[in-house]
């Protein structure tokens, strides 16, 4: 009996091992410096609370067993464009998606951050728009790249409130904030 529980452990080991050593593309975590053109890396991440199993495994693993459990967009997703881009405001957006940061000039996250994107809850597709609750989290760092006029930097938000973008009514989803996450590299300063 313990040779077959060994054999079997074994065996998961070797499918956990696996399922996160497989090559799933180039790696998004930083976009910063990637390339000499514009580039933005968008990440939302979900709650556990809101992960299959509660998020007691890891996220890589979730993601090949359950399958396009994870959230983002880039410079490579369709209709990807940049807006207004500065030390205290960042605008990224593509089809279905729109991030706003801003920022208070004393290096907190304003009010008027929001993301809106698309999901599927309760077997429909809807879109969602959350916002940063009342002494938000987050940060966003820009600086400028030496010799030009572009930024690099990276972000990171909390959002708590999240509402049917349509109707504008507040839903129960998620049951704690989601977090958003990303780089960036050589974006122009300025409306686009």
Known sequence: MKTWLTVVALALLA???????????PD????????????????VEKPRVNRPLFGIIPTK??????????LRFGHTSRG???GVVGRDRLELRADGWGLLIETDGGGGIAPGTRLVFPILLAERQRTL???????AVGYLHAATRSGSDVLDGSFLVE??????AETGRVIEWPGAPLTVRGSFGGLPQGRR
């Open 61 to 70: 693993i979730e993601d090949r067993i359950f399958g396009g459990g994870e």
């Open 80 to 82: 990807a464009r940049v």
């Open 15 to 25: 499918c956990v091992v696996w399922l996160v050593s497989r090559p799933d593309g």
């Open 129 to 135: 728009r959350c916002r940063p609750a009342d002494g």
């Open 28 to 43: 998004a975590a930083s976009v910063t410096g990637a390339s000499q053109g514009p580039s933005f890396e968008v990440r």
């Open 159 to 164: 959002l708590a409130t999240c509402e049917n």
